[in-house]
Every structure is written in structure tokens, then in C-alpha cells.
């Protein structure tokens, strides 16, 4: 089914997961309007955006390399990784992919030939034929790129703000807490008042409050800079002791198939999300204005 025409597949993969049916024509709630993005907006920008290695030109062009993780290097294969020249802790994730990351604590822990087999698979997928068609890393390069490891003092994991922009405008932030221990996510207006929705049960919500950072101003401004010109894109930091760190630039969230809770905010948050116009005779959008 993988193989199936985009927009045959988008209806069956959207049906299938929402038990709604996608209107591709006229598109209202987030979810279908992230389908028609898969099936019709192609700039080839987005291939570099979505490489977590090659975005980072971008990101300096955008808004300084003052912001970027220091890097180690980036393979194509497991056998290029320099283990010995590491250090005791640092970040392996796939270029082309999503979720394929390696948090190493202590190198000389790590079982390198197990590794380096698990590497190989994560070489060996594809983004958009592994999942939904997410157009946006059909093209991108197999590679592994290593971090550095980061940290924030007294906690054990790092707090994650995801923020949604809507031509260039940030509307609200997804908060990710605690992925180590006790994991919560909640949605937050950018002076952090909780929203009232979610993606999710609320036993697994976040906090009502959370703590605002110092460079929380800075993050809403910087995403906002990075998503200059963009119909729609998720633009994730860190906040390091009060440093901002960029994550990564996200065009199709839960990949178009977890609902918002109220269903109400399906539609409302849809109506953020506006949809540039196909031309006449065209098959989809590869202009980037």
C-alpha cells in the first residue's frame, strides 16, 4: 500500500488512523491540511530542512551558528564513526529519519558492533516510505550525525519546546517534560498558559504551569525567523541554562493522524493553517516565496 499514488494513499493512511474521511479538496482540520501538505507542497527546500546535518546551514543563515549543537562529525557509514577520538557522552542520530537517536551516557559502556548493527538498519529506512509519505524526506541522504551530548543542571532529561508556526507567526508551543522518568507534553499560549487541548490522555498531560526560561522570548523569535515564508512548520529548541539550542524543523507532526482533544480544536487550529493555492495545470507546489 506504501506504493500506492500519493493522494490514494493519504485517504486510506488518514481513514485508516482517524476514522475520517480526508477531503484533499477542501481540507478544514490540521490533519487534513498536513495530508494535502504531503501530497501537493514539495519546494525542495524542504529536503534540507528536514536533514537534521544539512538544516544546519540553513539555521546559521538564518539566525547565527551561535545556535546550533556542536557537532562531532557526520558518516555514511557505521564503520567511518572515530569512537576513539569521542567523548564519554554524546548523541547519535540519523540524518534522514525520525526518532532513530542514540543517547550515549558512557562510551565505554557501549557495545560498539551492536551499534554500529543498529545503525545499519536505521540506514537502511526511508522516511516516507516507513511511515506515511512525508514527502519532505523522500530525497534525503542515509546519514548518521553525531552530538553533543546536552544537559540541563538538576534534570535529568531535557524540556523540549515545540513551537507551531503559521506563515511565519508562532501560535502556541508543545511543551515535552521528563522523557526519562515520567514523560508530559501539554499545549501553552506563548506567556505558557495552559490551552485547552491536547493530543493525548489527560492523566499523561503536563502541568498546568510550567516555568518560563529566560530566553523563552528569544525562542518564540527565533522560530518565528526560521519559519519566515512557510505555510506551516513545527521549529523545536532547548533552553540550556538560559542558551537556546535549535532541535529540528518539522512539517508533519504525529504525522497528520493524532487528533486534537476536543475534537472542536481540530478545526480552530485548521483554521491557522492556510493552504497556498495550486495553479492552474499544476500537480503540486514547488515554489519557496
Avoid at 548493527?117 to 537502511?124: D, Q
Avoid at 534525503?140 to 546536552?150: G, N, Y
Avoid at 532541535?247 to 493522524?257: N, Q, S
Wanted: glycine share 4%; hydrophobic share 35%.
Amino acid at each position: 500500500m506504501r506504493f500506492l499514488p500519493p493522494k490514494f494513499y493519504a485517504k486510506i493512511y488518514y481513514e485508516y488512523h482517524t476514522r475520517k474521511k480526508l477531503n484533499l479538496e477542501k481540507p478544514l482540520e490540521f490533519n487534513e491540511k498536513i495530508q494535502w501538505y504531503k501530497v501537493y507542497y514539495h519546494p525542495k527546500i524542504l529536503n534540507q530542512l528536514v536533514d537534521k546535518y544539512e538544516v544546519r546551514e540553513y539555521v546559521e543563515n538564518k539566525i547565527g551558528k551561535k545556535y546550533l549543537n556542536e557537532i562531532y562529525g557526520v558518516f555514511n557509514t557505521p564503520n567511518d564513526i572515530p569512537y576513539a577520538n569521542l567523548p564519554q557522552q554524546f548523541v547519535v542520530k540519523a540524518t534522514h529519519t525520525s526518532s532513530h537517536n542514540l543517547i550515549v551516557l558512557n562510551k565505554e559502556e557501549l557495545d560498539f558492533s551492536k551499534a554500529n548493527k543498529l545503525f545499519k538498519k536505521w540506514l537502511g529506512k526511508n522516511q516516507y516510505y516507513r511511515i506515511g509519505q512525508e514527502w519532505a524526506y523522500k530525497d534525503v541522504k542515509p546519514r548518521l550525525i553525531i552530538e553533543k551530548f546536552l544537559k540541563e543542571d538538576k534534570k535529568i532529561s531535557l524540556t523540549d519546546y515545540k513551537f507551531y508556526c503559521f506563515d511565519g507567526v508562532a501560535k502556541f508551543v508543545n511543551i515535552h517534560l521528563d522523557r526519562a522518568e515520567n514523560h508530559q507534553k501539554g499545549f501553552y499560549d506563548l506567556n505558557l498558559k495552559a490551552l485547552p487541548f491536547q493530543r493525548i490522555s489527560s492523566d499523561k498531560s503536563a502541568a498546568p504551569e510550567v516555568e518560563m526560561p529566560e530566553n523563552f522570548n528569544e525562542m518564540v523569535k527565533l522560530a518565528e525567523i526560521l519559519a519566515d515564508k512557510i505555510p506551516f512548520v513545527r521549529v523545536d529548541f532547548y533552553s540550556i541554562e538560559g542558551k537556546t539550542i535549535f532541535g529540528e524543523m518539522t512539517f508533519y507532526p504525529a504525522d497528520g493522524r493524532k487528533d486534537f482533544y476536543p475534537d472542536q480544536y481540530n478545526k480552530i487550529i485548521g483554521d491557522y493553517f492556510k493552504l497556498p493555492k495550486l495553479k492552474k495545470g499544476e500537480k503540486n507546489i514547488t515554489d519557496f516565496n
